[in-house]
């Protein structure tokens, strides 16, 4: 598994990190911060909702 991010797309919901903190956070604006490309020991039923709650499809998981 391994996770991309648009940041120029995202607007701010939260979701992501909502879902899955070890792997997304957000900056001082809100915006999606990666922390993890390789999500690794993150949980990936956590990782794949993080995906597909995200309003504005900034996040997209890849299965490998």
């Given at each position: 598994m391994?996770?991309?991010v648009?940041?120029?797309s995202c607007v701010g919901a939260g979701q992501c990190v909502l879902?899955?903190?070890d792997v997304f956070d957000q900056d001082d604006d809100g915006f999606?911060?990666?922390l993890a490309e390789e999500p690794g020991d993150a949980d990936?039923?956590?990782v794949?909702?993080?995906g597909d709650l995200c309003?504005?499809?900034s996040?997209?998981?890849?299965e490998d």
């Amino acid at each position: 598994m391994r996770v991309t991010v648009d940041r120029e797309s995202c607007v701010g919901a939260g979701q992501c990190v909502l879902n899955a903190p070890d792997v997304f956070d957000q900056d001082d604006d809100g915006f999606v911060v990666l922390l993890a490309e390789e999500p690794g020991d993150a949980d990936p039923g956590a990782v794949r909702a993080a995906g597909d709650l995200c309003p504005s499809r900034s996040v997209t998981v890849h299965e490998d």
